[in-house]
């Protein structure tokens, strides 16, 4: 039953909306908001802090409460490499890849393949393919994971708390932005690091200490499991619970897929993925990119000791629940005949936090879920105003550009509500393998696009595009493949009549075939059609960021210098000039969807260059260059040692 939570809780959880809310709406009251550039790129002022603060908030959203704690709990510590692996891919974010977003001028990662390699059909296969995943994966893994988490608090309606937190979510996203979102997330960074590191030290002082820890894991199994240990040896915890690296045919994370697989799925979520990139195109120079990327690597660091332990220590505490390996037990349990992981951390907070903190664990939660969701809708809505609603309205306005964002954004959240059965329904066992095994069918293809696109010239629109095509079909069989033949439960003593393609080879080893039938086929289609002209290739490859002409046919169209720069400066003594009277329903319209009809002064074509400029400049003074290459370097360092020391 859930439990019941004090008035403390309460209180906690009240003041949290309050405070976000407030920090939403003064975040929407700032400037930068009544433009593309403003409502989809913040206006390029944020600094380091934020920008690192916001790539890490939007990535820790409740499936890492619930899915990436249920699989530690599941088998140990090998999950830690998805966590860290990600250290080295920020660092890359920042070094490698910004710089040639930031000179290419694209606002959205569609649009920079458009820039990079002309034509329209990369753009808009990507802009349709994300939007889709956005609806499908990302928001409703966040949504399913709160509604867990949610329901072993409170008890309340599934639905009404949902439609609540995409109600408020939907809110200060669509009226700031990312502004908006990327304050917000701020805040919610610093709950979520407060609200954990708590239960951390609370769980493992409870625990008895580290070596406590380890050695109660290792024994930590349901009662039904440790009396028939013969029948029920998946409810057994794993012998090399203690390692990251896993052996390359027995290991749940085999280690050359951690490698090489992995690596494909990682830079596509962190350097291809637009929910990243946007936070660092965001920044106001190439240095405070850098140093949110090199900050959110560092944050990146600690969900082993915030999530991975925590919920290990849940098994510990809770083995009848949380190991259960018997599937009419474990339906009896938390309704989920695969496995009961997935509540592994919130039975730890409602039965270790004490009163008060409960309600900011909670708070945690929704900050998780809520930052994500925000990412999620600022950038799905980025895409399609920019790269789809565009295409077909080439002149669209200002006011047209902020009204279409935000109607999407709209839009996305009814989806998720409609969504919400049909997560609920779906198989939850291991979640976070679930969202993993899902990305290893579709990122590599997208990931290798990139990666051409960025460092070999020779890469046409056609090899990319048939490319991806290709490879996307053969990791959509693999994926269809795995829906329809899952796994025989554990002690069910279901025989295992998957074919060899599922049974024999780990999803991360899938990974690495559908990179090689994308590399394949991207080369040898670009081998076989005419590259594009070096003229066209300036500020858009790697080799090309520093140049200092733009490509023969680079757009213009979603540069600063918008429509409200042709706008006259009127006469100060001239009827323009007069403050116009609006009515309450204009001044709320005009506000909401980030307007602003006051006439602006008309640049001059000089000062239009100049802001271009600004826009696409990659050079940084020599001292932000050092410090941020010397952190980058200590992150790296301390990531490399935990990775050793936890062979």
């Known amino acids: 039953m859930p439990a019941l939570l004090a008035v403390w809780d309460y209180a906690a959880i009240v003041g949290y909306f309050v405070l976000v809310l407030a920090v939403g709406i003064w975040s929407s009251c700032r400037p930068h908001r009544s433009s593309a550039t403003g409502y989809f790129l ?29 699989t530690a709990a ?74 867990i988490f949610m329901q072993q608090f409170l008890g309340w309606n599934l639905y009404a708390c949902i439609a609540v937190i995409l109600l408020v979510t939907g809110v200060y996203t669509i009226v700031g932005g990312l502004t908006a979102v ?21 769980t493992l002082v409870d625990v008895g200490g580290w070596y406590q820890f380890m050695d109660k894991y290792a024994h930590a199994a349901s009662n039904l499991t440790l009396s028939n240990p013969e029948n029920y040896t998946c409810g057994l915890p794993r012998q090399d619970f203690m390692h990251v690296w896993r052996d390359a045919v ?111 664990m909670l708070a945690a939660l929704l900050a998780a879920l809520m ?14 105003t920019m790269d789809i609603w565009t295409r077909y309205r080439r002149k669209a306005s200002q006011k047209e550009l902020m009204v279409v964002g935000r109607v999407c954004v709209l839009v996305l959240v009814a989806l998720s509500i409609v969504w919400i059965p049909v997560m609920e329904s779906s198989q939850g066992g291991q979640l976070w393998t679930y969202l993993q095994t899902v990305a290893s069918c579709i990122s590599p293809p997208f990931c290798w696009v990139f990666l051409m696109a960025l460092f070999w ?58 990179s090689a039938v994308s590399i394949i086929s991207t080369v040898g289609i670009s081998l076989l059609t005419t590259p594009r002209p070096p003229e066209k290739l300036h500020r858009v490859t790697w080799w090309t960021r520093d140049d200092t002409t733009d490509p023969e046919d680079s757009e213009s169209q979603y540069d600063s210098g918008d429509e409200n720069n042709d706008v006259e400066k009127p006469e100060t003594n001239s009827p323009a000039a007069e403050p116009k009277r609006r009515s309450l329903k204009v001044y709320l319209y005009n506000w909401i969807c980030g307007i602003d009809d006051t006439p ?48």
């Open 457 to 514: 010239k020779r890469t046409t629109e056609q090899g990319a595009f048939w490319g991806l095509v290709i490879s996307t079909c053969v990791g959509v069989v693999r994926m269809v493949l795995e829906f329809v033949y899952p796994a025989p439960l554990c002690g069910s003593f279901q025989p295992d009549t998957r074919p060899l393609v599922l049974k024999e080879v780990h999803f991360l080893h899938f990974a690495i075939i559908l």
């Open 182 to 202: 990327i304050y917000t997330d701020t805040l919610q960074a610093v709950i979520l690091l407060i609200g954990a590191t708590t239960l951390f030290i609370i």
């Open 371 to 384: 930052s994500s969701l925000t990412s999620i809708f600022n950038s799905a809505s980025s895409m399609f």
């Open 250 to 360: 027995t290991g749940d994370i085999p280690w050359p897929g951690a490698v090489f697989g992995l690596t494909t799925i990682g830079l596509w979520v962190w350097c291809n993925d637009q929910m990243m990139v946007q936070r660092c195109l965001s920044a106001k120079n190439i240095s405070h990119s850098k140093g949110g990327s090199v900050f959110a690597a560092a944050l990146k660091i600690t969900p082993f000791f915030l999530w991975i332990v925590p919920g290990m220590i849940s098994r510990i505490m809770f083995p009848d629940e949380v190991a259960c390996a018997d599937p009419a037990t474990c339906k009896a349990v938390c309704g989920n005949e695969a496995g009961c992981s997935n509540i592994a951390y919130p039975l730890l907070v409602l039965r270790k936090m004490p009163t008060g903190l409960r309600g900011i």
């Open 600 to 647: 602006k002064p008309k640049l001059t074509v000089e000062e239009k260059l100049i802001i271009k400029k600004k826009m696409k400049d990659i050079g940084e003074d020599p001292f932000s260059r050092k410090i941020t290459a010397f952190v980058a370097i200590c992150v790296a360092a301390i990531t490399t040692f935990l990775l050793g020391f936890f062979n």
């Open 42 to 70: 913040a206006g390029k002022t944020m600094h380091w802090f934020p920008v690192g603060a916001s790539i890490f908030a939007s990535n820790v959203g409740a499936p890492m409460f619930i899915g990436l704690a249920g």
């Open 74 to 147: 599941a088998s140990g510590f090998s999950c830690a490499i998805y966590e860290w692996h990600a250290v080295y891919l920020l660092i890359a974010l920042g070094w490698v890849f910004v710089p040639v977003y930031v000179s290419s001028g694209a606002f959205t990662m569609p649009e920079y393949l458009k820039k990079r390699f002309g034509g329209v059909r990369l753009r808009i296969y990507l802009s349709v393919f994300a939007f889709v995943l956005y609806v499908l994966t990302k928001i409703s893994s966040e949504i399913f994971s709160g509604a």
